[in-house]
């Protein structure tokens, strides 16, 4: 079992940058691929990126590619989520997860949730 532990959201202008955290616990011996999605009011929960536990090339929505980079400490075992140039529209709640599979974009492949950290852009 891991749990797992968002922080970093708030509110930020648009424009402006966010940093999200997300700290595992539990059994973190495990080699976990993780993910960040988030979930906007009345949307289904999508894909935002992905690192795979040995931190190789990312992977990332369209809607993320250029502004967010996702990165692990995997010493600290913890993930992140630096958000630049942020948008009206990337306001949701934003969630890690983790999985012992590839995980990749399908939400349904992850094993492991946090409570999920609310970011909201005001233009």
């Known amino acids: 079992q891991v749990q797992l532990v968002e922080s970093g959201g708030g509110l930020v202008q648009a424009g402006g940058s966010l940093r999200l955290s997300c700290a595992a616990s539990?059994?973190?011996?495990?080699?976990?691929?993780m993910g960040w999605f988030r979930q906007a009011p009345g949307k289904e929960r999508e894909f935002v990126a992905r690192i795979t536990w040995r931190g190789g090339t990312p992977l990332y929505a369209d809607s993320a590619k250029g502004r967010f980079a996702i990165s692990r400490d995997n010493a600290k075992n913890t993930m992140y989520l630096q958000m630049n140039s942020l948008k009206s529209e990337d306001t949701a709640v934003y969630y890690c997860a983790a999985t012992q599979g590839g995980g990749g974009t399908n939400r349904y492949l992850y094993e492991y949730w946090g409570q999920g950290t609310q970011v909201t852009v005001s233009s």
């Open positions: 539990g059994r973190t011996s495990t080699n976990y691929n």
